[in-house]
């Protein structure tokens, strides 16, 4: 069995999924689970229903409406005819008689939940993944499509919830594995899923990534396929750096790293299930199939030449300076610190210590009014923004003599406010002003991928 992801370019019109449809033709064999986004840009518009009318918007909510469901119908009408045609005409007018009835129900409250936004939100991959199931039946293919509510379950943290693993392991294994074993093609949506209370949950933006990696693992798949509109994961950022290698084969951990540090192929969290069960994660490209994508395992066999993979930036960074001249050389410094953004729910990028004081940085500045005026009791704080992080990834970093100056002898006339490495051996971070990052990363690119072309087989 394999799991087959489609992102929302992979499905945003007939042609995307006509193309989709013939990808999947050529692996029935191999047993496919099909999960699919919402159509590109439909969440985005649901979510800005829901706001307009929270605001009080109600006639441009509602014409955002009219707009989705003409969408989806103008989808249907290319694709098929006759009674098909006609049922699916009838299931999204429903469904937009149902927004309708949330876009009234919000504007009168004049209040937007997260459960509520999670209710408008699920629309999309449902309507997206109704229509390519009515699809490849047309085209003769056995499909069985399956609200990923169902079996899906997760706790009630709105917006960003929690899988239950356990439980959502027992109901796909009792929906989802019996139609596999019988032949069908199964198809459900990524991003949603339900309470123990059968509420509406999602898993948060780009979920839809994770939902596959969680189907994948917990069915023992053979292969998790993510299906985007690139090649595969890339050296840099091909809107930098114009030549951009493909990577062909890397590690777990180098993809969770350039996930989290501002790689927009995968969600951050997508590697963790495929990691704990060993499945391979092919990265692949529904615009160009015949692409081999980037493949990532738990130990790829590599040459040990070859350490630098890939250089990853994340903008819209704040670095936040603590300096307490009354905690030197005292315990608890740091616990004080970090109970701070704990209780304020605030990731932390990267950290620089000394006995005397720390320098954080972080993206989501939501609490940092709260935060910076709880830090001030016990020590000075400075808050700086428009800085970026910029990542080097690769295997063992740590253990390559001379790698550092290498990195940073392209860019010594740019000041760096931080340099992070030494917790993980793959990565190699330094915070810099936003407004240098793409001539940095240039720079890097050139230099640290030089010589690339002699590792045919990781580069390509």
Not at 121 to 131: C, D, H, P, R, V
Not at 191 to 198: Q, R, V
Request: proline fraction near 2%.
């Amino acid at each position: 069995m394999i799991v087959m992801k489609f992102g929302g370019t992979s499905v945003e019109d007939a042609s995307a999924i006509r193309n989709l449809t013939e990808i999947v033709k050529k692996q029935v064999t191999r047993k496919p689970v099909i999960v699919v986004s919402a159509c590109a840009g439909i969440t985005n518009q649901l979510l800005q229903t829901a706001t307009l009318a929270s605001h009080g918007k109600k006639e441009e909510a509602l014409n955002n409406v009219v707009a989705i469901e003409s969408r989806h119908k103008k989808i249907v009408k290319d694709l098929v005819d006759g009674d098909t045609q006609k049922f699916l005409n009838r299931h999204f007018a429903q469904i937009a008689e149902e927004l309708t009835a949330l876009v009234n129900g919000v504007a009168v409250l004049g209040e937007l939940t997260p459960r509520s936004l999670d209710t408008f939100a699920a629309y999309g991959e449902l309507m997206s993944s109704f229509i390519i199931h009515h699809y490849l039946e047309s085209q003769k293919i056995k499909s069985f499509w399956v609200d990923a509510r169902s079996f899906m379950k997760t706790d009630e943290h709105f917006t960003k919830a929690a899988v239950q693993f356990d439980s959502t392991e027992q109901k796909l294994k009792e929906i989802v594995l019996p139609k596999v074993n019988n032949g069908y093609v199964v198809m459900t949506q990524g991003f949603i899923g339900s309470s123990s209370h059968g509420i509406t949950t999602t898993i948060g933006r780009g979920g839809s990534d994770y939902s596959a990696a969680i189907i994948g693992a917990l069915l023992d798949a053979d292969d998790i396929q993510i299906w985007t509109d690139v090649d595969g994961i890339l050296t840099s950022d091909p809107s930098v750096v114009k030549d951009a290698k493909k990577i062909k084969v890397m590690s777990f951990n180098e993809a969770a790293e350039l996930a989290y540090f501002g790689a927009r192929v995968l969600h951050p969290e997508t590697i963790l299930p495929a990691v704990r069960k060993n499945i391979p994660v092919h990265v692949l490209n529904s615009k160009n199939p015949t692409s081999t994508g980037t493949m990532i395992v738990a130990k790829p066999k590599i040459d040990k030449r070859c350490v630098v993979k890939s250089i990853a930036y994340k903008e819209g960074i704040t670095l936040i300076g603590i300096v307490s001249t009354r905690m030197f050389l005292a315990h608890g410094f740091l616990e004080n610190v970090f109970d701070v953004f704990h209780k304020y729910e605030t990731v932390v990028h990267t950290v620089a210590t000394s006995e005397v004081s720390v320098t954080v940085t972080v993206d989501n500045v939501k609490n940092l009014s709260n935060i910076v005026r709880e830090l001030k009791h016990f020590s000075t704080v400075t808050v700086t923004d428009k800085k970026a992080i910029v990542c080097i990834v690769g295997d063992n970093l740590r253990n390559s003599p001379g790698l550092a100056v290498k990195m940073l002898s392209p860019i010594t006339d740019v000041n760096i406010n931080m340099i992070s490495q030494g917790a993980s051996e793959i990565n190699f971070s330094f915070v810099i002003d936003e407004e240098h990052v793409d001539d940095v990363v240039m720079r890097l690119h050139k230099q640290l991928f030089a010589n690339a072309g002699e590792f045919q087989e990781i580069f390509e």
